[in-house]
């Protein structure tokens, strides 16, 4: 994912990812909301995000929070209804899993796609 470390002139995006290659599983939550006069759904998302933690701390005071294996299934189970047991689970991979460099301030443009975005600048 990439972060914006705030500077004097500006931001300068980081591309953070795991050291070992491996995927990142972000915390996520959803609802929906039907129109009773017109029957539309309307869906909203949002990644969870804590304190940040290792060298995420150094850019931005928050990152999104990425689930560790053993949480998948649970954070994903339907049937869980109580708050304070997804509140339990909001904890992060090991931060020392996380790498980062400065890129291009290409990202910030979804008119702009491709490998490149992701090189050190």
């Known amino acids: 994912f990439y972060e914006w470390e705030p500077k004097e002139q500006g931001r300068t995006p980081h591309w953070i990812f795991r050291a070992d290659g491996h995927p990142m599983t972000f ?8 129109d009773p006069e017109t029957g539309e759904w ?4 949002a990644i969870v995000t804590t304190k940040a933690e290792g060298i995420i701390s150094e850019i931005h005071d928050r ?4 689930l560790p294996e053993d949480l998948w299934e649970p954070w994903l189970d339907r049937d869980l ?18 790498m980062e460099y400065a890129v291009s301030p290409r990202v910030n443009s979804v008119k702009n796609n491709g490998p490149d975005l992701v090189e050190p600048a």
């Open 27 to 34: 915390a996520g939550i959803w609802g929906a909301w039907k």
């Open 42 to 45: 309307t869906r909203r998302f």
């Open 63 to 66: 990152m999104p929070v990425a």
């Open 81 to 98: 209804t109580d708050p304070e047991a997804l509140v339990g689970m909001v904890r992060t991979i090991d931060p020392d899993l996380f």
